[in-house]
């Protein structure tokens, strides 16, 4: 065969084989990854762009008749059935026996675990073929990024008895771990709910099989049940102001502000602690799943090491007092959750080394933005925000700077 003519002639060379393989789920797994191509390279609505190309595909192939033509175009049918066309497939005569059984799959097991502050989930879901000619018993485990809100990676494989025992050992031997049987309702919603960010994204995560095993999840997604008779809350509805002085004043006169001398405070000091404690509502109102009360040592490194820096213009009061308001809210969110003393001890540890870097980057600035920047060196030169006149004629003497810094 010489050289490919269009992307089409590129996936028929790359399945040239496909008709050769032993199973439905190997030629699954065949027309997955060849997919997974596309879906990497798309820039935005990656799963628009698998669908938009295997519509495309199937109409540049409709008159092929080999079996490795006719084969791929089922399987890729099966990856992607809302494609435009996907239901007027129909196996030809040339290809293999198991077509037939392609995505004639039933769900045999659910389960999920994951890191008890919250920052991960992974679900596993076993799956067999209803004739075992369709291939081998399986494994779908999909990786949850809560921090980021995204499906964070994917992987497809078995046999399953085999990682199910060890995702159940390494989450015994785990205190900092959980393992529990799965709804496969939740599973499909959660999951589901992540993908769409994820085939949102820009760029992908960097490691893994997300783009090789995408279309296979998909697949395997819509077989089972949805998620029935549970009301969830909006991911990211916001504590009301009424909720937020509340759950402030239930910290304050919790054990941990004790603990860190917050209880205390006074005078100037005291506007600094109210403006650590919204610094802390409002980073944990920008994630995805919003929940004020989860806080771990990723948490508090997104927050205290890059958030702060970006969107929030402290003094020094407020520099000097936010690592011990966060390691105080940090406890306190701990003990309020139930976590172990070790996950509890694991954040405070983790704060207090992260302390020395994050006063070089509040001295530097290096991490502020343009805004951020801007409202800092106001500030810096004595002008009140509050004063139309003065923060008119500072913005028209820094027009020229303000402009360079913003380009």
């Not at 030629?27 to 609505?45: H, K, P, R």
């Not at 949805?226 to 009301?231: H, K, M, P, T």
């Not at 060196?377 to 913005?395: F, R």
């Amino acid at each position: 065969m010489g050289t490919p003519q269009t992307p089409y002639d590129a996936v028929l060379h790359a399945a040239r084989d496909v008709a050769k393989l032993d199973n439905a789920l190997d030629a699954e797994m065949l027309g997955a990854a060849l997919l997974g191509s596309v879906y990497s390279i798309a820039d935005t609505e990656r799963d628009a762009a698998v669908r938009d190309f295997v519509a495309g595909f199937l109409a540049a192939t409709s008159r092929r008749r080999s079996a490795a033509a006719t084969t791929i175009r089922s399987v890729f049918a099966t990856l992607v059935p809302d494609a435009e066309g996907a239901g007027r497939v129909r196996l030809g005569a040339a290809t293999p026996a198991w077509a037939a059984q392609l995505g004639r799959v039933r769900l045999t097991g659910c389960w999920s675990y994951g890191d008890v502050y919250g920052d991960q989930t992974s679900y596993l879901a076993t799956f067999a073929y209803d004739d075992p000619a369709g291939g081998p018993t399986h494994a779908v485990v999909t990786l949850l990024d809560h921090n980021v809100g995204i499906t964070k990676d994917i992987f497809v494989g078995g046999p399953p008895e085999r990682i199910l025992d060890q995702v159940r050992q390494m989450c015994a031997g785990d205190e900092l771990t959980w393992f529990r049987d799965e709804e496969p309702g939740r599973m499909r919603a959660e999951v589901t709910r992540h993908l769409a960010i994820t085939d949102g994204l820009s760029e992908l995560p960097g490691e893994g099989a997300l783009a090789t095993d995408r279309a296979l999840l998909g697949a395997r997604l819509a077989r089972l049940p949805r998620e029935a008779g549970v009301a969830r809350p909006a991911a990211d509805e916001p504590l009301s102001a009424a909720e937020r002085t509340k759950l402030v004043r239930q910290f304050l006169a919790a054990p941990e502000a004790a603990r860190f001398g917050l209880d205390s405070v006074d005078g100037p000091e005291l506007a600094s602690l109210h403006f650590c404690l919204s610094l802390l509502l409002d980073h944990s109102a920008s994630f995805p799943d919003a929940d004020p009360l989860r806080w771990s040592p990723a948490v508090a490194g997104l927050f205290l090491l890059d958030w702060v820096h970006r969107r929030a213009v402290l003094d020094m009061d407020d520099a000097a007092l936010l690592p011990r308001v966060l390691r105080a809210w940090a406890a306190y969110a701990a003990r309020e959750r139930g976590l172990p003393e070790q996950a509890a001890a694991q954040t405070d540890t983790a704060i207090e080394e992260m302390v020395p870097e994050f006063a070089r980057l509040y001295s530097t600035g290096e991490r502020r933005s343009p805004a951020t920047a801007a409202v800092a060196q106001l500030m810096a030169d004595g002008v009140d925000p509050d004063d139309p006149a003065a923060l008119d004629a500072w913005i028209e003497a820094n027009r020229h700077r303000l402009a360079d810094e913003g380009a």
